[in-house]
T-cell receptor, first 111, second 117 residues
Framework: SQQGEEDPQALSIQEGENATMNCSYK?????LQWYRQNSGRGLVHLIL?????REKHSGRLRVTLDTSKKSSSLLITASRAADTASYFC???????????FGKGNQVVVIP | DGGITQSPKYLFRKEGQNVTLSCEQN?????MYWYRQDPGQGLRLIYY???????QKGDIAEGYSVSREKKESFPLTVTSAQKNPTAFYLC????????????????FGPGTRLTVL
């Protein structure tokens, strides 16, 4: 079943601006992962944050995790047109041996 | 798309026909997965396999079947019992568990777009 729910669903920004997406989940997790999908392509893993971590960085990406609120955010700084894609969060739930994906966030970066 | 391939990229099927989608990986991963993605939607798990000769149903297994005879291969058959098979199908693989004991990242193939005529 789908657990991760991203918010907002669609985001349109100017190149150079920051883009922030949120993901909420319902049950306890081992880790939370963010993936990116370009139109008509497979998903590409971006970053994984474990339940005992609060923040993680990878290049222009910053992910936070608040297990008390059961939510995570993905920040893309200094966005580029090439960042235009859909972004999905996925949770590795405790006691469940698979990932649960959210419905995705479509981000459009206008040059 | 890493070391995981799917074929064909586009597939057309007449109603009542079974079709098989191929998924191969050379990453030496134990676990493999099949997802279905409908327009504007997230991924829904069809079947997954954690080890050769073993697989489990996901959330939407009805009308689908799989086999896992080799570590590298996890083909998906869409049967005529699947009522609405037109969708984008994604295969993925991962190490069974990371060193930390949790689910590791998944590597996805490029997908197969199936259209029923």
């Amino acid at each position: 079943s789908q657990q991760g729910e991203e918010d907002p669903q669609a985001l349109s920004i100017q190149e150079g601006e920051n883009a922030t997406m949120n993901c909420s989940y319902k049950t306890s997790i081992n880790n939370l992962q963010w993936y990116r999908q370009n139109s008509g392509r497979g998903l590409v893993h971006l970053i994984l944050i474990r339940s005992n971590e609060r923040e993680k960085h990878s290049g222009r990406l910053r992910v936070t995790l608040d297990t008390s609120k059961k939510s995570s955010s993905l920040l893309i700084t200094a966005s580029r047109a090439a960042d235009t894609a859909s972004y999905f969060c996925a949770t590795d739930n405790q006691g469940n041996n698979r990932l649960a994906f959210g419905k995705g966030n479509q981000v459009v970066v206008i040059p | 798309d890493g070391g995981i391939t799917q074929s064909p990229k586009y597939l057309f099927r007449k109603e009542g026909q079974n079709v098989t989608l191929s998924c191969e990986q050379n990453l030496n991963h134990d676990a493999m997965y099949w997802y279905r993605q409908d327009p504007g939607q997230g991924l829904r798990l069809i079947y997954y396999s954690q080890i050769v000769n073993d697989f489990q149903k996901g959330d939407i297994a009805e009308g689908y079947s799989v086999s896992r005879e080799k570590k590298e291969s996890f083909p998906l058959t869409v049967t005529s019992a699947q009522k609405n098979p037109t969708a984008f199908y994604l295969c993925a693989s991962s190490i069974q568990l990371s060193l930390a004991g949790d689910r590791d990242t998944q590597y996805f193939g490029p997908g197969t777009r199936l259209t029923v005529l």
